[in-house]
């Protein structure tokens, strides 16, 4: 999809995460409803959420293939951006170190980090595609304010 219809599409999507965040603090709510909204907006592969519980990433609300359901920090692309903090982004997940393969389908990856006011990550969103390469900087500034929007509402 072009860069034009990308942010037109992130630009709505945003629009309505933040109609169905109004008024509601449900985590899981919120989760499942983006979670929906992205995968079916985007027309992403798999979109998802992982909780941090304890010492690993728990899997949450997601639209696609069955998935992974628990990680340790660290491990995979996940792991790395709790670790980090930080969105990572993967153009070739068959070329990052120690990635945790759900599906041989995905190609590429972006994980986005969701942080409480005191800046800890509790939370992460995971969008998998099946296209190499999928994911750029316009991704990553609409999911990042994606993701302050839903941090706002439930941390």
Known sequence: MDKTDKLARYAL?????????????????????????LKDSLQF????????????????????PVACIRIKKGRGVCGHCWGK??????????????????SSLSRSE??????????????????DSTL????D???ADALEHIANTLSDRIF
């Open 13 to 37: 999507a945003q629009k309505q995460i933040e109609a169905l965040a109004s008024g509601e603090n449900d985590a899981v709510a919120l989760m499942a409803n983006t979670a929906a909204l």
């Open 45 to 64: 592969f798999w979109v998802g959420f992982y909780r941090v519980v304890g010492d690993e990433l728990v899997l949450g609300p997601f639209q696609g």
């Open 85 to 102: 903090g930080a969105t990572v982004i993967v153009d070739d997940v068959d070329a990052f170190p120690g990635h945790i393969a759900c």
């Open 110 to 127: 972006i994980v986005v980090p969701l942080k409480d006011r005191s800046g800890a990550v509790r939370a992460l969103i995971d969008i």
């Open 132 to 135: 190499m390469a999928d994911f």
């Open 137 to 139: 900087q316009t991704d």
